[in-house]
């Protein structure tokens, strides 16, 4: 096996940058550090959410002098790194020629789409929910709207141009796969899951909590709607809306709650949602019926399916039988989590992937 190992082990990775997705990135680069290889984790500016990079890089306020310094730090790093991990399509500078750039000197690049890097606003809307009923809310009515054309061509060009450069294509999620013209397989995000485990609630009050990372593609608007409405039905209960927070900080508030809202429009799962089955919570989300079509770990999905319709009826039949709810989820929760999304399974299949570029 270390026959074997050796020639991945001989390149540099480069990994960059920093998004939503850096609590897992940084948790599958450090086992593959420890397994001897040659991995760096680049952020851009400020940590997300106050998540852990190796080199945070930071540009001048200046754009000219911006680009320079980024093109300058670009070549300068180019020769010491064999492998290019880009996260988000993000690059140093303008992508179609830093791109380019790197398939010239030889370079593998390898790309992970996480979201709506890929997908805009308006494809996270469920059209088969929109065309539902006419009662769709005014907040994204006007999303709708406000989309132009001109955003929507420039956000296809820019998929297709990395994807066409991409020697790899990794999804995070099945929901990405209508967004891409291909890809090579989809792995899940990365956690630490038994650091995860040791979070414990120590409080009986029941609590209800939401992340709006992403507002406009989590719902958080009608969340926060029928959480209001709610609260007058169940006073002794406490639902809660958390603005950003450093992650650490939103992992302690997470451990109090009982039930963990994900999301209602995306028709997946986030990185919130594993952390909350990590640690035994109830998860609800809109599961998407074509997209559980693409895992192979469908059926074990330990997730309270619901969508914008449905969010308040399936809240209160939680609610109305709790205790026996989270007897029934709360160990097929951390064993999901560990099974499929355990950093160092996801370290495993980028390895893999690592492996196959060479």
């Not at 480069?14 to 290889?37: C, D, E, P, Q």
């Not at 939103?250 to 919130?272: C, K, N, R, S, T």
């Amino acid at each position: 096996m270390r026959q074997k190992d050796t020639p991945l082990k001989q390149k540099r990775i480069f990994i960059g940058f920093n998004s939503a997705g850096s609590a897992g990135i940084y948790a599958f680069t450090r086992i593959l550090r420890r397994r001897g290889y040659q991995i760096d984790f680049y952020g851009i500016g400020k940590k997300h959410f106050n998540m852990p990079v190796d080199f945070m890089l930071e540009f001048s306020a200046n754009p000219i002098r911006s680009l320079l310094e980024r093109i300058v730090l670009f070549f300068r790093l180019l020769p010491k790194y064999d492998l290019w991990h880009l996260n988000f399509l993000e690059t140093f500078f303008f992508y179609p020629v830093n791109l380019a750039i790197l398939k010239l000197f030889g370079r593998k690049i390898i790309l992970t789409c996480r979201g709506v890097d890929v997908r805009n606003g308006l494809d996270f809307l469920p059209k088969e929910l929109f065309n539902k009923t006419n009662n769709w809310p005014q907040y994204y009515q006007k999303i709708v709207a406000q989309r132009s054309r001109w955003i929507t061509f420039k956000q296809r060009l820019r998929v297709r141009t990395f994807v066409y450069f991409a020697d790899k294509i990794i999804l995070t999620g099945p929901f990405l796969a209508s967004a891409v013209s291909k890809y090579d397989r989809i792995i899940p995000y990365a956690r630490e899951i038994g650091a995860l485990k040791k979070y414990k609630k120590n409080t009986k009050k029941i609590k209800i909590l939401h992340v709006p990372s992403e507002p406009v593609v989590k719902g958080s608007q009608i969340i926060e709607k029928t959480f209001k409405k709610l609260q007058k039905k169940y006073p002794k209960y406490e639902f809660k809306i958390l603005s950003k927070l450093p992650h650490q900080q939103l992992l302690l508030e997470m451990a109090q709650a009982d039930i963990v809202v994900d999301q209602l429009l995306v028709g997946w799962y986030g990185g919130q949602a594993v952390e909350a089955m990590a640690m035994g919570k109830i998860v609800m989300a809109y599961l998407n019926a074509p997209y559980l079509a693409l895992v192979d770990f469908a059926d074990e999905i330990p997730i309270v399916n619901t969508n914008v319709w449905t969010f308040g009826q399936d809240l209160t039949d939680l609610l109305e039988n709790l205790v026996e709810n989270q007897k029934n989820m709360a160990e097929k929760s951390v064993k999901f989590a560990q099974k499929y999304h355990n950093a160092a399974k996801i370290a495993q299949s980028y390895e893999q992937i690592y492996k196959d570029c060479l």
